[in-house]
């Protein structure tokens, strides 16, 4: 079992950065894909960056060259740098961490609000 805590949620001035953390349990760790998800109101919940256990990197579209998803094993964290926040990156972002070993487990974070607003 991985427990999944995310940190670093608040209320933020368009234009303005953040940095969010998710730290997991256990130690199993860099054996975790690793995912940041977002849900606004109303809205289906949508994949925001993900980072494989070898370091690669994908975002989508409204948030690439804004956002950096980074992980450090030795601390069992993933974080999600997000500048140049605008109105619409205003969600509740979720930590994801998947683990492919015999079978797929799939595991989520509480989540943690992020406002965008002046």
């Known amino acids: 079992q991985v427990q999944l805590v995310e940190s670093g949620g608040g209320l933020v001035q368009p234009g303005g950065s953040l940095r969010l953390s998710c730290a997991a349990s256990g130690s199993i760790f860099r054996l975790l894909e690793m995912g940041w998800y977002r849900q606004a109101p109303g809205k289906q919940r949508e994949l925001v960056a993900g980072?494989?256990?070898?370091?690669?990197?994908n975002y989508a579209d409204s948030v690439k060259a804004r956002f950096n998803i980074s992980r450090d094993n030795a601390k069992n964290t993933v974080y999600l740098q997000m500048n140049s926040l605008k109105p619409e990156d205003t969600a509740v972002y979720y930590c994801n961490a998947i683990l492919k070993f015999l079978k797929t487990r799939e595991y989520w974070g509480q989540g943690t609000q992020v406002t965008v607003s002046s």
């Open positions: 980072i494989t256990i070898n370091g690669s990197s």
